[in-house]
């Protein structure tokens, strides 16, 4: 074990970041793979929990990151390649006419919600149980529930979250029309927004449950938002939105945006995102300002990362990726007669030990952790890195990266019988 882990458990608590393991200190990255503070490589899954979506250290992205390095890293004011990675982002993504910068998913997905509330003059915010939606109060209102109480009643995920903030947020499963129809049956005239990842997590919408979604809230005056913090950029060149054809009011995005830089934003119509505008919100004004935010050289990363990926073939590439580490899971697991399922998109999805249908985050839970955590050890013990529950696939791996993949597979496969 590397003597960083000791020197954090000094200064850190928990002895880390607290966004993952935090006996794995990773030391450096190049293209697929990492090298952690003790010499191991590994193919990497994780990349950054999604954004180095080209992988890591993409020459092109360093060169201009560089360029930029001599002219100034951030300024607090507008800067051209703020508003140049604006543009390429609102011709992109089909709700986008207008975006506001922030530095983090969690920020737009707060501010998001915040937006949504002064629009409306409403109060009550519909999420769905188990959704991520950054650390916002909002967003750890049942991302984990244990207690599994009933809806819509939320739990709340975190010590120091008032009873108030409880009592705005109404929580229902994902994939339910009819708790959709009942919170809105009941509350509908005081719902501000529904918030939700068009993938939650890893589990897709049902057909037709993201239209119902757009439908109950045009019927109710609420509005709509797409966290896209994730799947924006990835799942297409618009976002899962533009994949779907279901548009949002608002949506947020992040990771690939920034290029592996801190950068994200929250985008929509004009008319709502006009709130952040003081001279023409007037006492809707909605304040929100931010150091970093749309900084040069997370602009630039940002812009390069964008060019790649609009390239001809390269989504087209990605989804093929992501389809042969699927087929690989799935041919090992059958031989050896262990039940599994795969749960997600080609491009995001990860392999779950359960043989019901997963449609939400309580079947989920239902799923054989151990069995979940004995494959994970073995494919790190194999030098496969990836998050305890997703794979992330990416433009970076090459086939000897599936090779060794599918070596690593098949071994953990093994570990379960």
């Not at 390239?311 to 090992?332: C, K, S, T, W, Y």
Request: aromatic share 8%; hydrophobic share 45%.
């Amino acid at each position: 074990m590397s003597s960083w882990t000791e020197r954090a458990k000094a200064v850190l608590p928990g002895g880390g970041f607290g966004n993952f393991d935090a006996s794995l200190v990773i030391e450096r990255g190049q293209g697929s793979r990492v090298w952690d503070a003790d010499g191991n490589e590994y193919i990497d899954y994780l990349i950054g929990s999604g954004p180095m979506l080209l992988g890591h250290s993409h020459p092109e992205v360093v060169e201009a990151v560089a360029e930029q390095l001599s002219e100034g890293f951030s300024f607090f004011a507008s800067n051209p390649k703020g508003i140049e990675l604006a543009e390429v982002i609102c011709e992109a993504v089909p709700c986008a006419e207008q975006l506001r910068y922030v530095s983090t998913g969690g920020e737009a997905d707060m501010f998001a919600i915040r937006l949504a509330r002064a629009f409306t003059d409403r109060s009550l915010i519909v999420k769905f149980e188990g959704a991520y939606h950054g650390m916002s109060d909002e967003g750890q209102m049942s991302l984990s529930p244990s207690k599994l109480i009933d809806f819509p009643q939320p739990e709340p995920d975190s010590a120091g979250i008032l009873q108030a903030v409880q009592d705005q947020t109404l929580v229902i499963p994902w994939n339910s029309p009819e708790h959709l129809k009942a919170v809105f049956d009941q509350h509908g005239s005081d719902i501000a927004a529904i918030i939700a990842e068009p993938l939650q997590r890893i589990i897709p919408a049902q057909a037709g449950f993201l239209q119902s979604l757009r439908d109950v809230c045009d019927q109710h005056g609420s509005l709509l938002i797409f966290d896209e913090v994730v799947t924006g950029f990835r799942f297409a060149w618009g976002g899962a939105q533009s994949l779907y054809g279901v548009i949002p009011d608002l949506c947020t995005l992040g990771k690939t945006i920034g290029g592996g830089m801190p950068l994200a934003a929250v985008a929509g119509r004009k008319d709502v995102m006009s709130l952040f505008d003081k001279s023409v919100a007037g006492d809707q004004w909605l304040m929100q300002v931010g150091t970093l935010s749309g900084n040069p050289i997370a602009a630039v990363a940002g812009l390069k990362t964008l060019e790649i990926l609009k390239r001809p073939g390269h989504f087209e590439r990605l989804r093929e990726l992501g389809d042969r580490i699927q087929e690989m899971l799935v041919n090992a697991l059958n031989k050896r007669g262990v039940a599994h399922q795969i749960v997600g998109n080609s491009v995001l999805f990860d392999v779950i030990f359960r043989e019901e249908l997963i449609t939400d985050y309580r079947d989920l839970g239902q799923a054989d952790k151990a069995k979940q955590a004995a494959f994970n050890k073995s494919l790190r013990a194999s030098g496969i890195l990836k998050s305890p529950a997703k794979i992330y696939p990416h433009l970076a791996l090459t086939e000897a990266d599936l090779s060794v993949t599918h070596e690593a597979i098949e071994m953990a496969a093994d570990s379960l019988i």
